[in-house]
């Protein structure tokens, strides 16, 4: 294990509000630190839906989630943040000035102030209780997010779930994968009107198969190679879909975890800030995002940006104390070097 990581900020979550929160504390000369459980930037957006549109980013008529969080890289890549990633913040302690975080992987962080842009906290996928699954989510075989449909071309691709996820994904693969089949424990699924609709008639017309009403009961394959999924009826009936991966799509167990044991005010599982600053009520202590909630507070991306710069501002004074923030627009600042 190396020594402990210094830095003006620890920002604990990677994801939209996270990452922009670098940009502005770059802009007023302070580091940060980035800590995340995923073991890639980005949050849901990269996790969950990175080729899904977003229609509400300013002067982005649509960008695609995980082109958003690639832009977000590139702005802050001047101030070259360090990233914790995989792993978790399981203690904070110390005072405003002077903070130490520790992670489930013995990670050290040091920082004068933080800032929690946890989202909707620390999230996993639910597991279908499988035997030997583990095997075959160590090759790729099993999968819960999917970073690019390029990856399964060519592939016999079953997804399990009855949500948006499923129904978006079994879409998108249609015409990349060898082949597709849903499986769903009852004829309804719980995905907006139009892409279920879209569904069934994706399988009317031959394009993918919905195995239907069907529930996972097995994994077959050697050495996390897969070959087939069995399903199973209530009334017990089975059969066997060819596969090379199993897409999981049961939803995501989301949590604060230890944020909620940090002391922090907290209102329906939502950590209660000072709209003005950011603040939560212990001090030195921000958080921004979806983790927050306050009155008027709208669960935007866009908001989460514009709570990035006020947190941003009034950390400032906590690294700086006593001194008087001369602030520069960007347009006559330019990017710090």
Not at 220 to 236: C, F, I, K, M, S
Not at 265 to 284: K, N
Not at 326 to 333: A, D, L, N, V
């Amino acid at each position: 294990m190396t020594g402990p990581i210094e830095t003006d900020v620890a920002i604990i979550g990677a994801g939209p509000a996270g990452l922009f929160a670098v940009f502005e504390l770059g802009m007023l000369k302070l580091s940060a630190v980035l800590i995340d459980a995923l073991t890639e930037p980005g949050g849901q957006c990269a996790a969950l839906y990175p080729e899904k549109p977003i229609y509400d980013i300013p002067a982005h008529q649509a960008i695609d989630a995980g082109a958003l969080i690639d832009a977000l890289e590139r702005q802050i890549a001047p101030f070259a943040p360090q990233h914790v990633l995989g792993e978790r913040v399981t203690e904070l302690a110390g005072a405003r000035g002077s903070f130490r975080l520790r992670t489930d992987k013995g990670s050290e962080v040091r920082a004068k102030a933080v800032i929690i842009a946890a989202g909707a906290g620390a999230f996993g996928p639910n597991r279908p209780p499988l035997p030997g699954l583990a095997a075959f989510e160590a090759t790729g075989a099993v999968r819960y997010f999917v970073r690019g449909r390029e990856s399964l071309r060519g592939l016999r691709v079953v997804i399990a779930g009855g949500g948006d996820s499923a129904v978006d994904w079994a879409l998108a693969l249609k015409d990349i994968a060898a082949q597709v089949a849903v499986v769903h424990r009852r004829p309804r699924f719980r995905a907006a009107p139009e892409s279920a609709a879209a569904l069934e008639a994706a399988a009317k017309q031959g394009q993918l198969e919905l195995v239907i009403p069907y529930q996972l009961a097995a994994l077959h394959g050697t050495d996390g190679a897969l070959t087939a999924v069995e399903v199973t009826t209530l009334a017990g009936d089975t059969r066997m879909v060819p596969a090379d991966v199993l897409l999981a799509f049961f939803g995501l167990a989301a949590e604060l975890g230890p944020i909620a044991e940090w002391g922090i005010a907290l209102d329906q599982h939502r950590v209660r800030i000072d709209p003005a600053t950011c603040a939560t009520s212990v001090p030195g202590v921000f958080a921004i995002g979806d983790v927050v909630t306050y009155p008027g507070k709208l669960k935007l991306i866009l908001q989460g940006f514009s709570e990035a710069a006020m947190a941003a501002h009034a950390i400032w004074h906590v690294v700086h104390p006593g001194q008087a923030l001369h602030f520069e627009y960007s347009t006559t600042q330019g990017v710090p070097g």
